[in-house]
């Protein structure tokens, strides 16, 4: 069973930087797209970023273009995709979730991902 945790959250203030990891455990990920997600209290779960399982396709929601970068090790299998978070602004914060898709091309809907991490959270102070 694959099992997907994040990592490297934290408080920061606006203007800094932080990049969350996803480390998988059970099955390898090279044949998986897979996405980023965030939850702010009160709020629906919303898209961030996805990759597809090469790294050579990418998605990313317009409120983070240009800030954030999501990129894939799939190399001597490390399991790992990363979320490098630049300029972070107070709406930013949230729980930031990590999910799998078993399909190797990406979408930016949550129902088509089928393993989900615990999440970190996010904090950025204005």
């Known amino acids: 069973q694959v099992q997907l945790v994040e990592s490297g959250g934290g408080l920061v203030q606006a203007g800094d930087s932080l990049r969350l990891s996803c480390a998988a455990s059970?099955?390898?990920?090279?044949?998986?797209?897979m996405g980023w997600f965030r939850q702010a209290p009160a709020k629906e779960r919303e898209f961030v970023s996805a990759?597809?399982?090469?790294?050579?396709?990418?998605?990313?929601a317009d409120s983070v273009k240009g800030r954030f970068t999501i990129s894939r090790d799939n190399a001597n299998a490390k399991n790992l995709v990363y979320l490098q978070m630049n300029s972070l602004k107070p709406e930013d914060t949230a729980v930031y979730y990590c999910?799998?898709?078993?399909?190797?091309?990406?979408?930016?809907?949550?129902?088509?991902?089928?393993?989900w991490g615990q999440g970190t959270q996010v904090t950025v102070s204005s």
């Open positions: 059970g099955r390898t990920l090279s044949n998986s797209a």
């Open positions: 999910a799998l898709r078993t399909s190797p091309f990406l979408a930016t809907s949550s129902a088509r991902y089928s393993v």
């Open positions: 990759i597809n399982w090469s790294g050579a396709d990418t998605s990313y």
